[in-house]
C-alpha cells in the first residue's frame, strides 16, 4: 500500500506492506472525482480490492 502526499496521487512518499493498519481520518475526492482516504502522512487509494475496514474486528480487541 502507497501513501502520496496529495489527493491526486502525483508523489507517493510511503510504501506500507500488507495488511498494514492505519486510520482513516476523512474521505477526499481528486480532481478525477475519484475518492481517496485522508490518513495521517497523506492519501491512500479508497478501491475495495486494497482497502479493508477492520473496524469492528479492532473494537473486540481493544
Known amino acids: 500500500m502507497n501513501i502520496y502526499q496529495d489527493v491526486n496521487f502525483k ?3 510511503k510504501k506500507y506492506s500488507a495488511y498494514h493498519i492505519l ?3 476523512a474521505i477526499e475526492w481528486s480532481d478525477g472525482k475519484t475518492p481517496r482516504l485522508k ?4 492519501y ?3 478501491n475495495k480490492k486494497l482497502v479493508k475496514i477492520y ?3 479492532i473494537m473486540q480487541l481493544i
Open 39 to 42: 490518513v495521517s502522512g497523506g
Open 44 to 46: 491512500i487509494s479508497a
Open 23 to 25: 486510520t482513516v481520518n
Open 11 to 13: 508523489k507517493r512518499i
Open 55 to 57: 473496524t469492528k474486528k
